[in-house]
């Protein structure tokens, strides 16, 4: 990969957020403090997740989280960017982790950026339910008024088209549905939540509000009218039905149609103006006309009888994921969003980047940073309004369905003792943040 590390990344605006990314299934642990959520339930079944590990201990983190905010204090971040676990904060004194967690961060100087859901859906509920997403704004206006002195950023959701696709259409993750295009009442009722928590986040006095949606540039696999029609099938499926609704408040190309409810109605509350638009970036996607084989999406099989395919990307050095690495698609993406959405678009805030790399002396993972933040900053002096970049992740973490077996963090955590070592990575980025002020 070409990048122009030794060379020092160029400045990047006054004001522009620094930070790092971590999600409560993945490091808190301490689950028998808590209610079960639809993870839990999914990990439990032999064969779901590759190395049969569970999230029950993970890192740690709820008993660790002072030494983990140290960490934070020490990389030099601006903010941190964690979720808050709805089946914890459900269970006695679940709330008491978030305020310690909270003034943890505040004393140590970093601006604290709570995602409401990251996936781990309370055991007891489920997404195809409308009624889920009343449920949703009541736990969040519940938290708010916990947190809401200390806590100025907020995020609704993580990444809801990677929680409808893989844990309601073809089964990958939790809860396991494989319900194909009968799991789009789970997108809907999920951006439903969306504007129903920035309602009540409002009502709350937050006035910095965001969500993280996966994104990625869509290549067609060759200039074939059926690849063409393919890859613009699959733009509209990953990335502009659950863009629009909250940019333009309207679905794109008749997906409207095909949700339940009063769409017209829903679609006033999930257009309800968010302060910043959050972008979790990890590849492009390379998508053809329909194969034999569905291809892979981020690594995991998708099934035969898609109206598309997933092609590999060839050429390119993959992560030990297997993802393709292409900074330039980042730049690539923010200048099409740019371009597509004009002055709608809401500022960007990079909510996620990062990569799978084993060792603690991580020259790879420092390649691959150093070339996205060069292609960030390269978007930004495209013209579009960038504010902010979170890396993926903190910590070494549970990785989902992959179990223990990827690394994303800066931060090494030994699997046995859980003792914690900053990586080169680490080391990389403090100094690139001591840099860039």
Request: net charge negative; glycine share 10%; hydrophobic share 40%.
């Amino acid at each position: 990969m070409a990048t122009d590390a030794g060379t020092e990344i160029p400045r990047f605006p006054a004001g522009f957020l620094w930070g790092v990314s971590t999600s409560a299934h993945q490091i808190e642990g301490a689950a028998e403090e808590r209610e079960a959520s639809v993870w839990d339930v999914f990990t439990a079944e032999p064969g779901r997740v590759k190395d049969g590990s569970t999230a029950a201990v993970a890192c740690d983190h709820y008993h660790r989280y002072a030494e983990d905010v140290a960490l934070l204090a020490g990389l030099g971040v601006d903010a941190y960017r964690f979720s808050v676990s709805w089946p914890r904060v459900n269970s006695p004194g679940g709330l008491d982790f978030y305020d310690r967690l909270v003034d943890e961060l505040c004393a140590a100087g970093v601006r604290p950026v709570p995602t409401l859901f990251h996936w781990d859906l309370p055991a007891s509920l489920d997404w195809l339910e409308r009624d889920t997403a009343a449920r949703f704004a009541d736990y969040v206006t519940a938290v708010a008024a916990r947190l809401g002195d200390r806590v100025g950023t907020w995020i609704t959701l993580n990444e809801p088209a990677e929680h409808t696709l893989l844990g309601h259409a073809i089964g990958a993750h939790a809860p396991g549905g494989r319900l194909l295009f009968d799991a789009l009442p789970v997108a809907h009722h999920q951006l439903l939540a969306h504007g129903l928590a920035v309602r009540a986040l409002r009502a709350a006095g937050a006035t910095d509000i965001g969500i993280a949606n996966s994104h990625g540039p869509t290549w067609p696999a060759s200039g074939e009218p059926a690849d063409v029609e393919a890859a613009g099938f699959y733009d509209l499926l990953l990335n502009r039905l659950f863009a629009e609704p909250v940019i333009l408040g309207a679905y794109p190309d008749g997906m409207g149609e095909l949700m339940p409810g009063d769409v017209p109605e829903d679609l006033l509350v999930i257009a309800e103006p968010v302060d910043w638009y959050g972008v979790n970036y990890y590849a492009p996607s390379l998508v053809g006309a329909p194969g034999s084989g569905g291809g892979e999406y981020g690594g995991l099989a998708l099934p035969a009888g898609l109206p598309f395919s997933v092609r590999e990307i060839r050429d390119r050095p993959v992560t030990d994921f297997g993802w393709p690495v292409v900074p330039e698609g980042l730049t690539e993406l923010l200048t099409g969003f740019r371009d597509r959405y004009g002055d709608r678009l809401p500022p960007v805030v990079i909510t996620e980047n990062g990569c799978s790399y084993e060792g603690v002396d991580d020259q790879d993972r420092i390649t691959y940073l150093d070339a996205h933040i060069r292609a960030l900053h390269r978007a930004v002096e495209a013209g579009v309004d960038v504010r902010g970049y979170f890396v993926w992740s903190l910590m070494d973490n549970f990785e989902w369905a992959e179990g223990y077996a990827r690394r994303f963090g800066l931060v090494h955590v030994d699997r046995t003792t859980l003792a914690r070592t900053p990586k080169s990575s680490y080391h990389w980025f403090r100094e690139l943040l001591r840099a860039q002020r």
